[in-house]
Every structure is written in structure tokens, then in C-alpha cells.
């Protein structure tokens, strides 16, 4: 026992005294810290700031799909939310119209968003640049149009009574604000999850070289179309679990989810933030919904402040915010 | 003895500490979340509303019981999402003890389900699709206006049997819409026209109406009956005129195509048509006097039919807070019972409640513009009709 204490005693020591060693600690705290921050922010803070949190989170998840497109792969989609506004739909259809539970409501959703993105995708790859985003566009633009004038989702009026998560089973109840606040964490850090796999696997690497060079792809052999595909469909699904998010968040969805406004958001929070894997897109949303917050709080004509705001992060900060701070750091060491 | 002082001190503390949690919260003021559209295609009828709203709530002076009144303003944009996270900020940031206002009925839909969940009186001062107090009530939302049904049913049948027998309806491609041209057509053909045609324009989206009024000429009939408002509205109303269409083929709609408040964008060309509408400031009765005179003394202008559906908003949640000693009882839904009590003289008529909560339109006049001696537009009588009843739809019990 006490032969353990030294060891741990002397290993921490020396830890102490090796600089790499305590760069790490730093960093490790770095982690810690917000990670210790966002799962007590319910008990910490006000019921007002718990709902931005979920609002953030929520967009996080929509931005880091995007951002696999846009940041990964160097697509730049202006049709993701069809995909947000499919995965509300797919739960309020399920729910409403053909009375299913979420268990099966919610793979249903994003197993068919995942088919429909094949096909989407299979169009809109074929394409790149300027084609690419007025494509993803068009396509958005149709679904749109078609849940407007669907009558069994209400048209324009939308969808109300979006079913919650049951958690009865654990004795807690989703409508209570902090218990559906743990319950978006979960989701949305297993889909950031996800998508940071996807980056750092070897299918992400062969994505990082599309964007960078892709006829060299095609050179190496790389079946460059398929893995653009791979990632349309990757993107939209995430895009679909945050419609999902969304649409139990206000228990209520409408064709404005699939506005292209709504996409042009997304991928404004992408530039933001910064194009990186996780970090980007999370810190992108953060800073959207706060600053738009914090302006609309002030002033009624926020939007032309939003603008400014906007304008001067992609002046001053290459790279979003997450790069402007990744160069600060290295132009230190 | 040095014990019993120090108690007697503590007690005094005590004391004093409760009495001014007392006065704390009899001094605490009543927070009202007023949501309106303040910018975009229905910034003109919403400061009409806001400023009737403001009436209502001055004619008390600002307090009810002894309690002061706090309004706080959100802009819903219009947009459901953009409501949603208003109503969230309404509620959880600035605490409201209610939220009054809301226009568009898609907002509408979208916050009452919050609402209902919340538990939260939502007390809607436009919001005028059938649904919202039918397919979508909620025993924590009322509206002080009236439904489309109420309201243009039976101006559907008026136009029937006044000639017109063949109709096309235009209007925005939203459920306000589809509600309240869907009440003209079913009271005109109830009433023996025929609509021809049914035109659905992309709403919020289109400044240019020229195909609209293309296929609406071609169509052959007597009349285009519409529902526009706000900025579109104005486009609307010119472009017909522009069109040639003022003789051939009238433009009919309500009091929001002719709105008074259009009348700077319009003119002359508010002169002329008859059109439906749910409030006449010329009437004579004292409710609506006592309206004029304070509206006219606040704003240097008389009030219109916006202004009007404001006040009644304010009006009945004052009314209510009376009854309830401006005090918001623990179970919020008894707000929403004492509201569903009321009955009061209106500047618009005499307003009641159904039993989802949907105020009731008494009636309906008929008028038409004429300009009055200093140049100004003066809604004159022509005709009236009595409101509909609200279709049916609520199977929720409260």
C-alpha cells in the first residue's frame, strides 16, 4: 500500500518536473473543466440559460453534419436542413399519423433519411463548387414546396404534439427542461461522437483528400465518387437526428425547418466556428445562438448587428474562431 | 432579560423581514410577454396593436389591483422557430406571468403547443385559423379576437345574395389563408355562388402578382375575393389597379386589404371598393368612444381595426386580472377559466367566450372609404351582418 503511494507519488513528481508531461495535465484540465461545466449546467445555472443550452447543443449537431460536408469533404451544401426538416417530419408523421412509438419511429427516420440521401447524394456529387450548393439547393427547395402543399402534414401549419422521449422507466420525465437537457447532451455527444470517428478514420483521411487535391485521389485509385456519397449520407444523417432534437424540442414542426435560410445558417456556424472536426462547428453554434440571443435581447434590428458580427469574424479570423485560436497558440510556442 | 431582548430582536427581524417580502411582492410588477411580428410584411398592423394594447392597459393606469403592469416585447419574425424561442425567453428569462399578442397563426400553432406543455396563459390577440382553437385548443390559450369562421362565413353567404354568383379567391398560401378564404367559399357556395378559381400565392416570398391577377382575369368571374395584409396587401391592391382590373373584376376582401393603416401607401385607391370589416370607429356607443378619445389623446389619430383587436386583447386580460385581484392564481388555468367568464362591451360589439376559449365576432359591418372634409379616409356605413360561430374541432376538455 504504502510502496503504491510512493510509486504514484514519485511517478507525479516526476511528472511535475517533466514540462510535456504537465503541458499534458494543462490540457487535460483544458478538457475536464467544460466537460465537468456542461454536465452540472442544469443544477448551476438559470432554466433560461438550460433551453440555449439545448438550443446550442441542437445546432451543434446540425452544423458538425454540415460541417462534414462542407469542412471534410470541401462540399459546400446549401440544402441540409430538407434533412433537419425530414427528421421532424419522420417523428411527427410517425407519431400523428401512423401512431408508432419513437423506438421505432426514430431509426425508421433516419434509416430512410440514409436511402434518400444515396439518391440525393448520387445527383448531387456529380457536381462541385457553385453547381454543387445551387443543386443541394433545388433539392431542398422541393421538399420545401411539397410539405407546404402535403395535406397530411398539415401543410404550412405544421405539425404539433411531437412526442418526447418516455423515460417513465427511469422515473424522470422528458418534458421537465433538465431532464431533456441530459437527454440532448447524450444525443448530441454521441453523434459528435460519431462524426469525429468518421474524420479520423481512414474513409475521413480519404475525404480530407478530396477536398485538398481530387483528381490526385482519383490517381491513387480512390473510388472518389462513392466516398462523397458516403459522406452526403453521413452528413444528412446527422442533420436528421438534430431535426429530430428539434422538432421534440418545441414539439412542433413546419416547412420553415427546411427553409434554405435554415442551411445558410448551418453553414454559417460552420465559418464561425472553424472548419476543424469537433470543436468548429460546436463552438460555431455556441456562438450563433448566444450572440443572436444576447443582440435580439438588446435591440430589435439585431440581424444588421448579426451582419457586422459575421463580417468581422471572417475578416479577422481565418479560419474561424477555432482557428484564430489554434494560430495564437502556436505563434506562443 | 438580555435573552429576551436579543429574542425580541430576532422577532423584530423577522417581522420586518416578512413585511417587506410583503411589500416586495406587492410592489413586484405583473410582467405581460407581448409577441408581436414588430418588422417584415406585418410591421404596420402590429404597431396598431401594440398601441391598442397600450390603451387597454393605460385606461387602468397602468395597474390593476395596485399592482403595476410591465409590458416586455419580443419579435416573433413571423417564423414559428423564432416564436418558439421568444416564448422560451419570455418565460424562463423574464419570468411573464403571462404572454399576450401573436399574428400570425402559424406562430400561433407553434407557441400554444408550448403553452400547453408549460402550462402558461397564452392570451392571442390575432391568430385567426379555425384550428388554433379547435384541432390545436388548449386549456391555457384563449383568443380575443375571432375565428375566420366567425368571421367570413357569413361573408361569403352577404355577397351571395348580393349579386355575385361567381368568385375566384387569392390569397397567401398559409393557414390563415386557407382559414379564412375557406370560410368565404363555404358561406358563398352555402349561399349559392360558385368560385370559379382558388389562387394560392407563396406567402411572405412574392412582391410580384402579376400571374395571379393574369389567371384571376381569365377566369371569368364577377369578383376576386381576397385576404391580404400588411406590405402585401398594399402590392396586392396596386398591382390590380395597374392591372385594369378595378372595374372589371373587383378586388372584395376585408378590412386588412383596405387597411386604414395603408392608407399613406395607397390613397385614392382605397376610395371606392366595399369591403367587410369587424370594427367601425364612427360607431356610437361608449365603449368604443371611450377607445377614440384615448387613442386619439396618445397617438394623434384615431384608431382602426388593428388597434381595436389590441385593445380587446389588453382589455380582456385586464378585465381578467381585476377579477383575479391581479393576482396570477397558482393553477394558471384558472386565469383562463375566469377569462372564458367574461363578457363586456368591446368598441367592436359585445364580446363572449365559446367554450375552447375563441372570442365571438357579434358582427359584421360592411363600409367603404369616402374621404371626409381635412382630406382623411372615413369608413362609411353601408351594411351588417351577424358573426358565425366557430367551427367545431376541440376534443379537449377544459
Given at each position: 500500500?504504502s510502496t503504491?503511494?510512493?510509486?504514484?507519488?514519485?511517478?507525479?513528481?516526476?511528472a511535475?518536473?517533466d514540462?510535456?508531461?504537465q503541458?499534458q495535465r494543462?490540457?487535460?484540465?483544458?478538457i475536464?473543466a467544460?466537460?465537468?461545466?456542461?454536465?452540472?449546467?442544469?443544477?448551476?445555472?438559470?432554466?433560461?440559460?438550460?433551453?440555449?443550452?439545448?438550443?446550442?447543443m441542437?445546432?451543434?449537431?446540425?452544423?458538425?453534419?454540415?460541417?462534414?460536408?462542407?469542412?471534410?469533404?470541401?462540399l459546400?451544401?446549401l440544402g441540409q436542413a430538407m434533412f433537419?426538416?425530414?427528421?421532424?417530419?419522420?417523428i411527427?408523421i410517425?407519431?400523428?399519423v401512423?401512431g408508432?412509438?419513437?423506438?421505432?419511429?426514430?431509426?425508421?427516420?433516419?434509416?430512410?433519411?440514409?436511402?434518400?440521401?444515396?439518391?440525393?447524394?448520387?445527383v448531387?456529387?456529380r457536381?462541385?463548387?457553385?453547381?454543387?450548393l445551387?443543386?443541394?439547393?433545388?433539392?431542398s427547395?422541393?421538399?420545401?414546396g411539397?410539405?407546404?402543399?402535403l395535406?397530411?402534414?398539415?401543410?404550412?401549419?405544421?405539425?404539433?404534439?411531437?412526442?418526447?422521449?418516455?423515460?417513465?422507466?427511469l422515473?424522470l420525465?422528458?418534458?421537465?427542461?433538465?431532464?431533456?437537457?441530459y437527454y440532448?447532451l447524450?444525443?448530441?455527444?454521441?453523434?459528435?461522437?460519431?462524426?469525429?470517428?468518421v474524420?479520423?478514420s481512414?474513409f475521413?483521411?480519404?475525404?480530407?483528400?478530396i477536398?485538398?487535391?481530387?483528381?490526385r485521389?482519383v490517381?491513387?485509385?480512390?473510388?472518389?465518387?462513392?466516398?462523397k456519397?458516403?459522406?452526403?449520407?453521413?452528413?444528412?444523417?446527422?442533420?436528421?437526428v438534430a431535426?429530430?432534437?428539434?422538432?421534440?424540442?418545441t414539439?412542433f414542426?413546419?416547412?420553415?425547418?427546411?427553409?434554405?435560410?435554415?442551411?445558410?445558417?448551418g453553414?454559417?456556424?460552420?465559418?464561425?466556428g472553424?472548419?476543424?472536426?469537433v470543436?468548429?462547428p460546436?463552438?460555431?453554434?455556441?456562438?450563433f445562438?448566444?450572440?443572436?440571443?444576447?443582440l435580439?435581447?438588446?435591440?430589435?434590428?439585431?440581424?444588421m448587428?448579426?451582419?457586422?458580427f459575421?463580417?468581422?469574424?471572417?475578416?479577422?479570423?481565418?479560419?474561424?474562431?477555432?482557428?484564430?485560436?489554434?494560430?495564437?497558440?502556436?505563434?506562443?510556442s | 432579560?438580555?435573552?429576551m431582548?436579543?429574542?425580541s430582536?430576532?422577532?423584530?427581524v423577522?417581522?420586518?423581514?416578512?413585511?417587506?417580502s410583503?411589500?416586495?411582492?406587492?410592489?413586484?410588477?405583473l410582467?405581460?410577454?407581448?409577441?408581436?411580428p414588430?418588422?417584415?410584411?406585418y410591421a404596420?398592423?402590429?404597431?396598431?396593436i401594440d398601441r391598442?394594447?397600450?390603451?387597454?392597459?393605460?385606461?387602468?393606469g397602468g395597474?390593476?389591483?395596485?399592482?403595476r403592469?410591465e409590458?416586455?416585447?419580443a419579435?416573433?419574425?413571423l417564423?414559428?422557430?423564432?416564436?418558439?424561442?421568444?416564448?422560451?425567453?419570455?418565460?424562463?428569462?423574464e419570468?411573464?406571468?403571462?404572454?399576450?399578442?401573436?399574428?400570425?397563426?402559424?406562430?400561433?400553432?407553434a407557441?400554444s403547443?408550448l403553452a400547453?406543455k408549460a402550462q402558461?396563459?397564452?392570451?392571442?390577440?390575432?391568430?385567426?385559423?379555425?384550428e388554433?382553437?379547435?384541432?390545436f385548443?388548449?386549456?391555457?390559450?384563449?383568443?380575443?379576437?375571432?375565428?375566420a369562421?366567425?368571421?367570413?362565413?357569413n361573408?361569403?353567404?352577404?355577397w351571395?345574395?348580393?349579386?355575385?354568383?361567381?368568385a375566384?379567391?387569392?390569397g397567401?398560401?398559409?393557414s390563415?389563408?386557407?382559414?379564412?378564404?375557406?370560410?368565404?367559399?363555404?358561406?358563398?357556395?352555402?349561399?349559392?355562388?360558385?368560385?370559379?378559381?382558388?389562387?394560392?400565392?407563396?406567402?411572405?416570398?412574392?412582391?410580384?402578382?402579376?400571374?395571379?391577377?393574369?389567371q384571376?382575369?381569365?377566369?371569368g368571374?364577377?369578383?376576386?375575393?381576397?385576404f391580404?395584409?400588411?406590405a402585401?396587401?398594399?402590392q396586392?391592391v396596386?398591382?390590380?389597379?395597374?392591372?385594369?382590373?378595378?372595374?372589371?373584376?373587383?378586388l372584395?376582401?376585408?378590412?386588412?386589404?383596405y387597411?386604414k393603416l395603408?392608407?399613406?401607401?395607397l390613397?385614392?385607391?382605397m376610395?371606392?371598393?366595399?369591403?367587410?370589416?369587424?370594427?367601425?370607429?364612427?360607431?356610437?356607443t361608449?365603449a368604443?368612444?371611450?377607445?377614440?378619445a384615448?387613442?386619439?389623446?396618445?397617438?394623434?389619430?384615431?384608431?382602426?381595426?388593428?388597434?381595436?383587436?389590441?385593445?380587446?386583447?389588453?382589455?380582456?386580460?385586464?378585465?381578467t386580472?381585476?377579477k383575479?385581484?391581479?393576482?396570477?392564481?397558482a393553477?394558471?388555468?384558472?386565469?383562463?377559466?375566469?377569462m372564458?367568464?367574461l363578457?363586456f362591451?368591446?368598441?367592436?360589439?359585445?364580446i363572449?367566450?365559446?367554450?375552447?376559449?375563441?372570442?365571438?365576432?357579434?358582427?359584421?359591418?360592411?363600409?367603404?372609404f369616402?374621404?371626409?372634409?381635412?382630406?382623411e379616409?372615413?369608413?362609411?356605413?353601408?351594411?351588417?351582418?351577424?358573426?358565425?360561430?366557430?367551427?367545431?374541432?376541440?376534443?379537449k376538455?377544459?
Amino acid at each position: 500500500m504504502s510502496t503504491e503511494a510512493t510509486i504514484v507519488g514519485a511517478v507525479s513528481e516526476r511528472a511535475a518536473a517533466d514540462p510535456v508531461k504537465q503541458s499534458q495535465r494543462v490540457a487535460r484540465a483544458v478538457i475536464v473543466a467544460p466537460v465537468l461545466m456542461v454536465l452540472a449546467l442544469p443544477w448551476i445555472s438559470t432554466p433560461y440559460l438550460t433551453i440555449l443550452a439545448i438550443e446550442i447543443m441542437i445546432a451543434g449537431v446540425f452544423a458538425s453534419g454540415i460541417n462534414l460536408l462542407v469542412g471534410t469533404t470541401g462540399l459546400v451544401s446549401l440544402g441540409q436542413a430538407m434533412f433537419l426538416g425530414l427528421g421532424g417530419y419522420g417523428i411527427g408523421i410517425g407519431a400523428s399519423v401512423l401512431g408508432l412509438p419513437l423506438w421505432i419511429s426514430v431509426p425508421a427516420t433516419l434509416a430512410l433519411i440514409g436511402v434518400l440521401a444515396v439518391g440525393i447524394g448520387a445527383v448531387c456529387t456529380r457536381t462541385r463548387g457553385v453547381e454543387f450548393l445551387l443543386i443541394t439547393l433545388a433539392f431542398s427547395q422541393l421538399f420545401y414546396g411539397a410539405a407546404i402543399k402535403l395535406r397530411l402534414t398539415n401543410g404550412s401549419d405544421g405539425m404539433s404534439g411531437i412526442p418526447r422521449p418516455d423515460l417513465s422507466f427511469l422515473g424522470l420525465n422528458s418534458d421537465n427542461p433538465m431532464v431533456f437537457y441530459y437527454y440532448v447532451l447524450a444525443v448530441t455527444v454521441l453523434a459528435v461522437a460519431v462524426v469525429w470517428r468518421v474524420v479520423e478514420s481512414p474513409f475521413g483521411s480519404v475525404l480530407a483528400a478530396i477536398r485538398e487535391n481530387e483528381r490526385r485521389a482519383v490517381a491513387m485509385g480512390y473510388s472518389v465518387d462513392r466516398y462523397k456519397i458516403g459522406a452526403f449520407v453521413l452528413a444528412s444523417i446527422a442533420c436528421g437526428v438534430a431535426g429530430i432534437l428539434q422538432a421534440q424540442y418545441t414539439y412542433f414542426i413546419n416547412p420553415d425547418s427546411m427553409s434554405w435560410q435554415l442551411s445558410g445558417e448551418g453553414v454559417l456556424m460552420v465559418i464561425i466556428g472553424g472548419a476543424t472536426a469537433v470543436t468548429g462547428p460546436l463552438i460555431g453554434a455556441a456562438v450563433f445562438v448566444l450572440v443572436k440571443q444576447g443582440l435580439s435581447v438588446l435591440t430589435t434590428e439585431y440581424m444588421m448587428f448579426f451582419g457586422i458580427f459575421f463580417m468581422l469574424v471572417v475578416a479577422f479570423f481565418r479560419g474561424g474562431i477555432v482557428g484564430a485560436v489554434q494560430s495564437l497558440f502556436e505563434k506562443k510556442s | 432579560m438580555a435573552y429576551m431582548s436579543r429574542l425580541s430582536a430576532a422577532l423584530a427581524v423577522v417581522v420586518v423581514a416578512s413585511a417587506s417580502s410583503i411589500c416586495a411582492e406587492e410592489i413586484a410588477p405583473l410582467k405581460i410577454g407581448l409577441m408581436l411580428p414588430y418588422k417584415g410584411v406585418y410591421a404596420v398592423p402590429s404597431e396598431g396593436i401594440d398601441r391598442g394594447f397600450q390603451v387597454a392597459i393605460a385606461e387602468y393606469g397602468g395597474k390593476v389591483a395596485g399592482r403595476r403592469i410591465e409590458i416586455i416585447r419580443a419579435d416573433d419574425e413571423l417564423t414559428p422557430n423564432v416564436g418558439v424561442q421568444q416564448f422560451n425567453r419570455l418565460v424562463q428569462l423574464e419570468k411573464v406571468d403571462l404572454v399576450a399578442g401573436v399574428v400570425s397563426s402559424s406562430v400561433g400553432i407553434a407557441v400554444s403547443g408550448l403553452a400547453d406543455k408549460a402550462q402558461m396563459p397564452l392570451v392571442l390577440a390575432n391568430t385567426f385559423a379555425d384550428e388554433i382553437t379547435a384541432k390545436f385548443c388548449s386549456p391555457y390559450v384563449a383568443r380575443t379576437s375571432f375565428s375566420a369562421n366567425g368571421f367570413l362565413y357569413n361573408s361569403g353567404k352577404y355577397w351571395a345574395s348580393h349579386g355575385i354568383r361567381t368568385a375566384v379567391i387569392m390569397g397567401p398560401d398559409y393557414s390563415a389563408g386557407h382559414s379564412f378564404l375557406g370560410a368565404f367559399k363555404r358561406g358563398f357556395e352555402d349561399g349559392g355562388g360558385k368560385v370559379v378559381q382558388e389562387i394560392w400565392t407563396p406567402f411572405q416570398k412574392t412582391k410580384d402578382w402579376a400571374a395571379a391577377l393574369t389567371q384571376a382575369s381569365n377566369s371569368g368571374a364577377q369578383i376576386i375575393y381576397s385576404f391580404y395584409a400588411g406590405a402585401e396587401a398594399v402590392q396586392v391592391v396596386k398591382q390590380h389597379a395597374d392591372f385594369g382590373l378595378r372595374d372589371k373584376l373587383p378586388l372584395v376582401g376585408d378590412h386588412w386589404v383596405y387597411d386604414k393603416l395603408n392608407w399613406g401607401a395607397l390613397g385614392e385607391l382605397m376610395v371606392g371598393p366595399k369591403f367587410v370589416t369587424t370594427y367601425l370607429p364612427t360607431v356610437k356607443t361608449e365603449a368604443n368612444e371611450k377607445l377614440v378619445a384615448r387613442y386619439r389623446q396618445m397617438f394623434k389619430q384615431d384608431p382602426e381595426v388593428n388597434a381595436e383587436l389590441g385593445y380587446d386583447n389588453g382589455k380582456a386580460i385586464m378585465l381578467t386580472l381585476e377579477k383575479l385581484g391581479g393576482r396570477m392564481p397558482a393553477d394558471k388555468s384558472q386565469f383562463m377559466t375566469t377569462m372564458r367568464g367574461l363578457v363586456f362591451d368591446a368598441p367592436r360589439g359585445k364580446i363572449r367566450f365559446n367554450a375552447s376559449n375563441s372570442a365571438l365576432l357579434e358582427k359584421v359591418y360592411v363600409v367603404q372609404f369616402a374621404k371626409d372634409a381635412a382630406g382623411e379616409p372615413v369608413p362609411q356605413y353601408v351594411d351588417e351582418f351577424a358573426g358565425a360561430d366557430d367551427l367545431p374541432g376541440c376534443t379537449k376538455s377544459f
